[in-house]
């Protein structure tokens, strides 16, 4: 018997469906985003792997996909419909689609990715265009940046709040920032020929931001983990739109 298919949905609290999750060792907040959105009937069950800053180089990329062997092996554990990796400049890997194309080969479980989440969000709101928000330093932004560009998306403008220039001791702060804080700098953010406003960061809290915003400036506001969960959803699939969480898990 496959164990895989005799676990799934057997829980009381999963009989739609379970969406793993694996996030850096400090993120408090998607795991909270994530669970406030799910829909009745859908767990979300996490596991905590390494930051990797360097997805470029081949040493780079060898240490991300060794700890990502045993963080979806242990997932796999667990039977969900979907692995997502929840983390944004760390998932930035071109193409974009090799990292979860990777993860699915080794779990044998439909997997996403931020990075190519996000990309997969802003075609289907047929957004080329982008102003870019995000808690980082300015080195991480161009990082973001570039990535974007390689994928047919101009960014023009991006602005950080600097953290995690002192190192990766500095990004426990990000999950701290306070709400108005935010929201200034969202809003200072955006620009009028921006197609979309987009958050960067899965450790950002901005879920319950994303309604007020879309309603303020009058586009999409797209956000890491936001773009996450409707392609774990999509994946998995689950057809639900939900209601308070931007245009993208609305309509699409």
């Not at 996030?23 to 979300?44: D, I, K, S, Y």
């Not at 040493?59 to 963080?71: E, F, H, P, Q, R």
């Amino acid at each position: 018997m496959d164990i895989k298919s005799h676990f799934r949905h057997a829980s009381q609290y999963s009989w739609r469906g379970k969406i793993g999750l694996i996030v850096p060792p400090t993120n408090t907040v998607n795991e909270a985003e994530w669970q406030f959105m799910a829909p009745v009937g859908v767990t979300v069950h996490a596991t905590r792997m390494a930051l990797h800053m360097d997805s470029t180089s081949e040493a780079g990329k060898a240490a991300l996909y060794s700890d990502i062997d045993k963080a979806v092996g242990d997932l796999a554990l667990a039977a969900p419909d979907v692995i997502a990796y929840g983390c944004t400049a760390g998932s930035m890997i071109n193409p974009a689609s090799a990292l979860p194309e990777y993860m699915a080969r080794k779990s044998g479980i439909a997997c996403v990715s931020t990075a190519q989440s996000i990309l997969l969000a802003l075609r289907a709101l047929g957004v080329f265009r982008i102003a870019m928000a995000s808690p980082y330093h300015d080195a991480l932004n161009d990082h973001e940046v570039a990535f974007l560009a390689s994928n047919g998306i101009e960014t023009v403008h991006a602005s950080g709040l600097g953290i995690g220039e002192k190192g990766l001791e500095d990004f426990p702060r990000i999950a701290k920032v306070p709400k108005a804080d935010i929201l200034d700098h969202l809003r200072s953010a955006d620009q009028p020929d921006a197609q979309a406003l987009f958050v960067a960061c899965t450790d950002f809290p901005v879920m319950t931001m994303i309604g007020q915003l879309e309603e303020e400036l009058g586009k999409p506001v797209i956000t890491s983990n936001q773009a996450t969960f409707w392609a774990a959803l999509r994946a998995a699939g689950l057809d639900d739109r939900l209601v308070g969480y931007g245009r993208l898990l609305r309509e699409f």
